[in-house]
């Protein structure tokens, strides 16, 4: 079982940005697809990147995209959300999650079967 960590949320005015870190324990981290996802409240949780294992494909939410990139460092055992440009719908608590299926480009939360505890992330306007 692969337990996550997240962090680098806070607080940041419209147009800034952020990096939320993924810090994976165990050895096997670099056989995982990785995923984002993040929830505001009242709503469900959305999908907002994904990477392959290798981290050479990746996969965004469309208003992530041109905005947000997903990537990872196996040796380091962590994946990142680079976040710029950011916008006062992007405030939610983001989470990462880890997906066994790791060649595969995984959208569903029902594909992640572990959590991070979710670090929030707040854009004034």
């Known amino acids: 079982q692969v337990q996550l960590v997240e962090s680098g949320g806070g607080l940041v005015q419209a147009g800034g940005s952020l990096r939320l870190s993924c810090a994976a324990s165990?050895?096997?981290?670099?056989?995982?697809?990785m995923g984002w996802f993040r929830q505001a409240p009242g709503k469900e949780r959305e999908f907002v990147a994904t990477?392959?294992?290798?981290?050479?494909?990746?996969h965004y939410v469309g208003s992530a995209k041109g905005r947000f990139t997903i990537s990872r460092d196996n040796a380091k055992n962590t994946a990142y959300l680079q976040m710029n440009n950011l916008k006062p719908e992007d405030t939610a608590v983001y989470y990462c999650?880890?997906?066994?299926?790791?060649?595969?480009?995984?959208?569903?939360?029902?594909?992640?079967?572990?959590w991070g505890q979710g670090t929030q992330v707040t854009v004034s306007s």
């Open positions: 990477c392959t294992a290798s981290g050479h494909s990746t």
């Open positions: 999650a880890v997906s066994a299926k790791g060649t595969y480009i995984n959208t569903s939360p029902s594909d992640f079967t572990s």
């Open positions: 165990g050895r096997t981290f670099g056989s995982y697809a």
